[in-house]
Structure formats: structure tokens, C-alpha cells
């Protein structure tokens, strides 16, 4: 019984983090249609920031508690980057043929892991000071680490203030309005760029914020990166590319896959996600909720 | 104007010959004319050509970004080493044709789960698969040798009349040289009918507009399937060149980076040209040999050429080439 | 026999009945115009007989033979072809190979791997005369993104023709033509389509062309057939010109 109460923790945990990053990758193609390869190494760069930026306020002395603030700034981080990222390189690409994104996208991915390597060295960076200052807790009479709870509710808290921010609020309708119908909206006087970018932004932000809240229980490693994007597109290969929703249900399906696929066969873990995909992708080509 | 001229202006018998003669000349003469290492980066870039001339059947002619090529260079390398390790072959001769039946098999598997898809997902779906392939080699240590790899010893060539490992080492190498070069010149005659075939028209109908393509009674997802068929099995065929080559074949040959280079390199010769992709593996092959001491962040130069290359030089090397070679037809 | 029929054709795109109960016939060798303001259903009729969209009920005949279940790959085969409103070419390809594509196609050719497509004369010369026969001839070696904007609603009919479809279907072929070409592109198109015994439907909202080159009309409004007859009966139809023409009285 203890351990069922843990693995289910442990799918949620799972899929919290698969959320924030595959969220971001279908909000971004739901606004843009753009697919951006470089978006799990967006969630690395996120984990590295607030891992450096712990290991920054740990030496200034800062108290644990308090360094959980960093996280957040360590995606806010990610999201200026993506701001930037968005109308440098991508911009000059809408007009072309996808190949030439998707090209595109994968040189950055290419510099971007570099460019870890090259600011953060090659040894893992880690932030477990969070994680052992919370303790655990008794949950249904397993002990289980707090700040994983905390991961939950992070999850939680950004799916609920993701719907409230896209369904209601006024730069909610303008980035549904610029995703339906992209046209119709700048004759209708919306700022087209600046949704792009804001958008864009906001999605990298979202990779960022994965990866700021798992360094804590796991340090930042070369390579994770690639691992989340594979990952992320399990996801929206299952719940649908563009759709939130979609992003939300196909997290918590890998989640839970992927926790019994440990438990039960731990040589072929990564092979039984992408057979789901596999499965998914040939059953319903767009996902369950794809927005094609 | 007739269908004779047609085929003659189409063409360019003449000048095709004018221009491949001399290259192909330089290609044999090469190890009389330099030393066996330099053939033998030679004869690495001319295997990874094969390997380009294949994926860019998909990527330049049928509009289909494939990010998981490893898989398919990985599985001819891997069917190699399985046939050495578990039935001893030492036939080069054997290796090839297992090899590409090993290749044919699993591409056409992947390629029927993936052509369903245009664009991202199918390039996606490319991604996936392979990293699938690289995991299970990464695994089931105790079948693929895991990280260590495998060994593929030097093979007897040509039905076991020439047994290599008797030779020198220059004498290995020139003679896998012309070997790889017989191949070389196999793939580029092939391929070359190949995108100049009713297929090849089909194909890049398919590329331009799919709708109109099925609008003209082209079973659109079946040259999908077969294009990447065709695509696997030649990438397939300079996995099993390769091998014998490096001597190893490890996982490190099925990850996503290494499907990443062949990306690479077709772009950077050109990606919208048939002979684009040979020249760009050539070069990088050099590049690689050479710049790769230059820096350790060698995948930072590959990820920022490659922007600057879509961004301002879609075309490539060939691009390129031709514009020079324009501005001085006009200027004399 | 009518060449094609459709028995209570319906399609629903949310709450629009794009077409409503649609008993739509064409006779063979008859050049007929569709008309209709926009969103009539034009598109979408056209849309349902040629597979590109899967009606929800109703019916479609060619020749008698029940082709509503069929692929666009079979209806293909069965005879039909179609032109776009928006050009649809291989853009890449030159005016040449976008005829030569098609008669490899309907040839069965398409699956030969290692034949030189140039050197198959006989689908050369065929491809040459289609240009030919559209006026096209001296623009063979050009890419199709290349060609004039009438040049290329022009390649777009004569790649439709190439399928030497018993049914063809034209989609505005002379929108975004100039006034001054269309009287050319339309005597191109119909004199090719006649001497090839083809039987035409074309989709269009010039009146002039419809009326000089039209050998029967049928009116479109919401989703139903609202006239049938020839120009003469179209003309002196009020319920037509008031809906369409927008006079209460025809002349």
C-alpha cells in the first residue's frame, strides 16, 4: 500500500513536470505553429539557472526556504531568452517551408547544449539543499519528500493559472483569437508580433519553470535536455499537439505509464513511452485532443 | 521543339560527362597520388555521401525532414557486427547483403509508421524511433556489447579473392578504398536514375503539392513509403561500408546527434541539389578531421553554421558555387 | 444514362448546410457553368465528387456506378479530374513536367524506378502537345512558379486535362485572369475540352463567360440547386436575377 501511495505521488510528480514542458511546446505551436527542438534544452537551461542561482544564495548565506524563490526566477530567465530568441531567428522563418524551422531550431539546439556545457562545465549542478531542507512528510503512512508535494502543487497551481490566464483574461482571447486565425486578427488590429513573442515567451518559460522545480530533487545533468524533448513530444504525440488540455491528460497518461513501466520492466522504460507513441500516433494521427 | 531536343537540353549528356569525367579520374587515382591516411578520410567522406545521397532522397525531393537517418546507418553497421560476433562471417560480400536486409526490414517498419505523418510529426516520429533503436542498444548490453560495442574485424573482400588482413596497412587501405569507391560510384549512378525516373518526377510532385499529386492519381502515402525505403536502404548501405572501417560500431552511431550530422552536412553542400549532399559530407568529413582539435565546443559551431546556412544560405555549398560561378561567367 | 448524378448529396459544415439535398446531374459532352454567390456550395459539390471531402449522406453516380465510397485515387481512375480556384501546381517543377507527371500517372508509370523519364518519348510528345494545345508550348522549360499568373490557371486546366478525364471539373479558371485574357483562356479551354470530348463543369462568377460559353446552367444558393436550364432559360429566370443578378427583371 506504502508503495502504490508513493508511485502514484510519483506519476503526479512526473507529470507535472511533463505538463510544464509540453504545455509549453503546444502553446507555442497552438499561437505560432511552430515546433522549436531547442524547447528541452530550454527546460535544461531553466534547471542549470536556478540550480546556479541556489548554489549562489547557499554561499550568500540565504535561508533554504527562501531560495525556492529562485526557482521561479530561474524560468522568468528562460522566458527573456525565449523573448529573445523568437524575433531574432524564428521570425524570418514563418514564411518558409516548415523544413526550414525545423532546421533552424535544431542549430540552436545544437548551441544551446553547448553553450551549457560551456557556462556550466560538464559536472552535474545541484540544488538538493531545497530538497533536504523541506524533509518529509507522512502521507497515508508512507514518508515522502516534501518538496516533491511542492512539485505537485507547482504542476497543479500553473495548469489552473495557465486556463484562467488563456480563457480569462484580455491576453488570453488575443493569443486564441492569433491562433485561429492569425489574419483575421491583425485586420482586426491585434498586435501579431507582440502575441508571438509574448507567446513564445511564455512557452519557454514554461520549460524554464520544469526544469527550476526538478533540479532540486535532481541535479542538473548534460543531456537532459534531449531526454525532455523526446519526452515532450510523447506527450503531444498523445494528448495533441496545440491543445493544453491535450498536454494535461497525454502528462498525466506518460506519467502514470511511466511509473508502472519502471516498476514492472525497468530495462525498457524509454522503449515502452515511445511505443505508446507509436501506438497513439497510429490509432489518432493527432493526438487525442489535436488541434490540426 | 521535339522530344528529342527535350531529352537532349534536359539532360546534358555533354556536359554531365565533362564534368563527372575528371572527378571521377581524381577519385581513382587518389592513393596514387597521396598517402593512405588521406585516403582514408577519403574514403570515410565518400561513405558518408552515400549516407547523405540517400536521406536527401527524402529531404530534398520528397519534402520529408528525417531526423533519425542513424537508425538506418546503425542497423546495417550493427547487422555487420551481429554476423561476425553470432555466425563469423568474413565476407564482405555477405555483410552487405545481410546487412541490407537487416536495413530493408527495419526500414520499411519504421517507414510505414512514419510516412503516414507530414512534416513535424513525421520528423518527430523519425527522432523517436531512432532514440527507441538507441536504447535498446544501450540496454540489452549483453546482445549489442552496449557501450564497449562491437568489434567487426577486417573483412575478406570480393568472395574471399583478396583477404585483406594479409596485406600492409597501406594495402588494406587502398584496396577498402576502391571497394567503398565501386559502391560510391554505385549509389551516385543509381540514385542519379533514380531522381530523374517518372518516381523521382512523382516524388517531388508530392514535395511541391501533395494535394494536386493525389489529384493526379499519385498514391501519395505508398512513394511516401517507398521513397523512404529507398532513402533507408542506401544510408543502411554506407553503415555496412563504414564498419569495417572504424573496426567498432557503438550506440553512439544510432543517437539523434549523429542523424543531426547527416542533417548537417546536407545542408551545408545543399540540400536542393542532387550533388549538394555528396559535396557537403565530403567537406564536413574534412572539417571534422581537422577543425575538430580547433575547439571543444564543436557542437556550437555545427548548431550556429547551420542557422547562419537557413538563414542566409539556404542553397548550401552549391548554392553558393554556382553564384561564383555566375558572377564570373559575367564579369569576363 | 447521365454521365454523373448525385441523389440527395448533403454536407453540414457545424450549422451550415453547405449542400442541401443536392440532385446535381451532367450530361456527357455538355460544357455546364455552376454559378452562384459565394458560399452557395459550389466548391464544396465540387469538393464531394471529387473526394476531397466525404459527404454525410447522399449518393454520387458516374456512369451508374456508385463511386460516394471511393478514394480520390480511384475516382481518379474512374475519369474524373479537377482544376483549383487557387493555382495548384508543382511549383518546382517545370511546365513540362507537370503535364508529363500526369500522363506517367495515368499511364501507370510512376512506380519505375530506374527509367529516365525524359527518354520516354511518347509521354513527351504527348505532354508537348497538351502544352501545345493550351499555348503553352514555348514556356516547357519553365519552373511553374516561374509562368505568368494566366499562364499558370492555364498549366493548371491543361494538368487536369492530361488525366483525359471523362469529367472535368474547372474551378474559376479564369479568376485573377485580366479582363483582356479571359476571352483567350476560355476559348483555349473550351475548344480543347470539345475537340476532346470532355465533358466540363465549371465553376464561375463572370457572367459574360458563363453565358458565352455555357451549353447549360445550374444555379446555386444555400446549399441547393435553385435553376437549371440553358442561358436563354437562366436568363429570363426571375427568381435567378433577383438572387444573383440583382435585377427584378433580366433584360
Known sequence: ?292 | MTSANIAFRSLKPLRLLLAVSPIAVLLLCIPYLTNPYQTLILAYGLIMAIAALGFNLLLGYTGLLSFGHSAYFGVGAYAVAFMVKYLHVRSMELFVLGGLLATIVLTALFGVICVRYTRIFFSILTLALSQVLWSLAYKFFWVTGGTDGLRVPTPSLVAGMVDAAKLSYGGKVVTYYYYVLFFFFLSVGLMWLIVHSPFGTALQAIRDNETRAAFVGVRVQRFRWLAFLVSGIFTGLAGILWVPLNGLTTPDILVWTFSGRIVFFTVLGGFRSFVGPILGAVVFNYLETYAISATVYWQFVLGAVLVVLVLVMPTGLVGLLSRLAYAVRRAT | MSLLRTEQLQKRFGETHAVDNVNFVVEQGEVLSLIGSNGAGKTTLVNLISGLLSPDSGKIFLQDQDITSMGIYDRIKAGIARSFQLVNLFDQLTALDNVALTIFSRQGKTQRLTALAVNDREVTDEALAVLDAFGLQDRWNIPAIGLAQGERKLLDVAVAYALRPHLLFLDEPTSGVSTRDKGRVMDTITSVVRSGHITAVIIEHDMDVVFTYSDRIVVMHEGAILADGTPAEIRANAAVATTLLGTPTAE
Open chain 1, 1 to 292: 500500500m506504502d508503495i502504490l501511495v508513493i508511485q502514484c505521488f510519483n506519476a503526479l510528480l512526473y507529470a507535472s513536470i511533463l505538463f510544464l514542458i509540453a504545455g509549453g511546446l503546444s502553446l507555442i505551436y497552438g499561437v505560432m505553429r511552430i515546433v522549436n527542438l531547442a524547447h528541452g534544452t530550454l527546460y535544461a537551461i531553466g534547471a542549470y539557472m536556478a540550480a546556479w542561482l541556489v548554489g549562489q544564495g547557499v554561499a550568500a548565506g540565504v535561508s533554504p526556504l527562501l531560495l525556492l524563490l529562485l526557482l521561479p526566477v530561474g524560468a522568468a530567465m528562460v522566458g527573456v531568452v525565449g523573448a529573445v530568441m523568437e524575433p531574432t531567428l524564428l521570425r524570418p522563418m514563418y514564411r518558409r517551408a516548415e523544413e526550414y524551422q525545423l532546421l533552424v531550431t535544431f542549430g540552436l539546439l545544437l548551441m544551446l547544449e553547448d553553450a551549457i556545457r560551456f557556462v556550466w562545465g560538464g559536472t552535474p549542478l545541484s540544488a538538493a539543499v531545497i530538497m533536504e531542507s523541506l524533509g518529509s512528510v507522512r502521507v497515508w503512512g508512507a514518508r515522502y519528500p516534501t518538496y516533491n508535494l511542492v512539485i505537485i502543487a507547482v504542476g497543479l497551481v500553473s495548469a489552473i493559472l495557465l486556463w484562467a490566464f488563456v480563457y480569462r483574461t484580455k491576453f488570453g482571447v488575443l493569443l486564441r483569437a492569433t491562433s485561429q486565425d492569425m489574419r483575421m486578427a491583425s485586420s482586426l488590429g491585434v498586435n501579431v508580433k507582440k502575441v508571438y513573442v509574448q507567446a513564445f515567451a511564455l512557452g519557454c518559460a514554461m520549460a524554464g519553470l520544469g526544469g527550476a522545480i526538478i533540479v532540486p530533487g535532481q541535479a542538473a545533468v548534460l543531456g537532459m535536455g534531449t531526454d525532455a524533448l523526446i519526452l515532450a513530444f510523447v506527450v503531444v504525440v498523445v494528448g495533441g499537439l496545440g491543445s493544453l488540455l491535450g498536454a494535461l491528460i497525454g502528462a498525466l497518461i506518460v506519467g502514470v505509464m511511466r511509473t508502472v513501466g519502471i516498476m514492472f520492466f525497468p530495462e525498457i522504460e524509454l522503449a515502452v513511452l515511445y511505443l505508446i507513441a507509436a501506438v497513439v500516433l497510429l490509432v489518432r494521427p493527432t493526438g487525442l485532443f489535436g488541434a490540426r
